[in-house]
């Protein structure tokens, strides 16, 4: 059996089946009440964005400082404290960028402290892996929150009040209800099933093409 | 407080305005993952229990500020301070008083005082609705909401485990397609 072709189609597929949900961090990074509820407008994407890095990243490092055989509760206690801080300060930091967005985010922006991907990373992960790792993942975990509020707010901002980053754009079809928060469920289903075909494709096309690669350069 | 009044909370705080179906709150992948019914009940009045105590406190701290003083700042950290604290007091309870049944409730206590939920109700009851008794009726009602949501969530997944869904579909996105239809129905009561 030719493991090395094996490992070198598993290393082909790894990336994609991030994008399969078959890693549980892509699940982590679909941060629910955000893409719902807040995703309405280029500019909410970008400040949760950047809050979402600015809670994130310190919050889990300093939990991974913590000792492996720290009470469960006691270490939630310090996440909370940590997360609760840096969520404070980026919040001004959010308000200096986009002043507009305080009225309309309103609690969503205190929200951040209490998200899953800030608490689960240092809950569970920790006990396996690495701190490097855990930061790697949660960085991309970050990242998919972004891509999808990004893509998200795109839609319902163009296609629900005509804009985009707040500026007029003359468009041949505008759905007000866009705007409403149920839509988000089922936009976020599409985004996400797309997404699924879209790596499968690529994915197959790629299995597909090194095979046909690896039998031109066989013996025959 | 007048019989209408209590329906209206009712009626707010456990279907129209239901915090999973109204924004989404509370829902992360540990809660989507509670794998039966009584722990979903369970962890609904561990929710309760937390979400009661802090709005009391949270009552009792604003009646010590003025209208001006009692910012969202200040809401924010009296939440943080008092969700420690209960949750502290209540791990302490529960390991005199629940014996072999702790080590599953002790798992749930992070989940119910780290959760969008309830810095959510936290914020409504307290912020638009003024009086202690109100309030306290409210959370309760909005924790029956949250838990009655949790357990349509675990038994539509398992229905739709069942269910022949397109593949592109099957799993996340199947679940939030009807999320997506209950509160739209619920949109359509307001």
New interface residues.
């Given amino acids: 059996m030719k493991l090395a072709l094996i490992k070198k189609y598993r290393s082909t597929t790894s990336f994609h089946s991030f994008f399969d949900?078959s890693l549980?961090f892509w699940?982590?990074g679909?941060?629910?009440?955000f893409?719902?509820?807040c995703s309405t407008s280029l500019k909410h994407a970008a400040a949760l964005s950047i809050q979402m890095f600015c809670v994130l990243l310190p919050t889990v490092f300093i939990s991974c400082l913590f000792p492996k055989k720290m009470s469960?509760?006691v270490k939630?206690?310090f996440?909370?404290?940590a997360a609760?801080t840096v969520t404070?300060l980026s919040r001004q930091l959010v308000l200096f960028l986009f002043p507009e967005v305080g009225a309309t985010l309103?609690?969503y922006l205190?929200?951040m402290?209490?998200?899953?991907l800030t608490?689960?990373p240092a809950?569970q992960l920790k006990s396996n892996l690495p701190t490097r790792k855990v930061m790697g993942a949660v960085t991309l975990s970050a990242l998919t929150f972004t891509c999808f509020m990004f893509v998200l707010s795109f839609v319902r901002e163009l296609i629900g009040t005509g804009k985009l980053w707040g500026i007029n754009v003359s468009i041949p079809l505008r759905l007000d209800g866009l705007s409403?928060?149920?839509?988000?469920?089922?936009l976020?289903?599409?985004v996400?099933?797309?997404t699924?075909?879209f790596s499968?494709v690529r994915s197959t096309f790629q299995i597909s093409e090194s095979l046909r690669k690896d039998l031109k350069s066989s013996p025959k | 407080m007048n019989l209408a009044s209590l329906i209206t909370i009712v009626v707010l705080g456990a279907g129209i305005e239901n915090l999973v179906?109204?924004?989404?709150?509370?829902?992360?992948?540990?809660v989507l993952d509670l794998s039966s019914p009584r722990r979903i009940v369970v962890f609904g009045s561990l929710f309760a229990w937390l979400g009661l105590w802090v709005t009391l406190g949270l009552n009792l701290l604003e009646g010590l500020f003025n209208k001006q003083q009692w910012d969202?700042?200040l809401f924010?950290?009296f939440v943080?301070l008092l969700?420690?604290l209960v949750?502290?007091l209540t791990?302490l309870l529960l390991q005199k008083t629940t014996g072999q049944f702790y080590p599953v409730l002790?798992?749930l206590?992070?989940l119910t005082?780290?959760?969008?939920a309830?810095?959510?109700v936290l914020?409504v009851s307290t912020q638009t609705i003024y009086t202690l008794k109100r309030s306290l009726f409210y959370t309760a009602w909005s924790a029956v909401g949250y838990t009655l949501a949790l357990l349509l969530i675990y038994y539509g997944k398992k229905r739709l485990s069942l269910s022949n869904v397109p593949r592109?579909?099957r799993?996340?996105?199947?679940l939030?397609?009807y999320?997506?239809i209950i509160?739209?129905a619920l949109?359509g009561l307001r």
Avoid at chain 2, 171 to 174: C, E, H, I, S, W
Wanted: proline share 5%; no cysteine; glycine share 8%.
């Fill in positions: 949900g549980p699940m982590l679909i941060e629910l009440p893409l719902v509820a469960p509760i939630n206690i996440i909370l404290i609760s404070l309103g609690v205190y929200l402290a209490f998200n899953s608490i689960l809950a409403l928060s149920f839509v988000g469920f089922f976020l289903a599409f996400i099933s797309i699924r075909v499968k | 179906f109204s924004s989404a709150l509370g829902l992360n992948k540990v969202e700042y924010f950290i943080i969700t420690i949750s502290l791990n002790r798992k206590i992070p005082s780290l959760n969008t309830l810095l959510g914020y592109a579909f799993g996340l996105p199947a939030l397609l999320l997506g509160s739209l949109y």
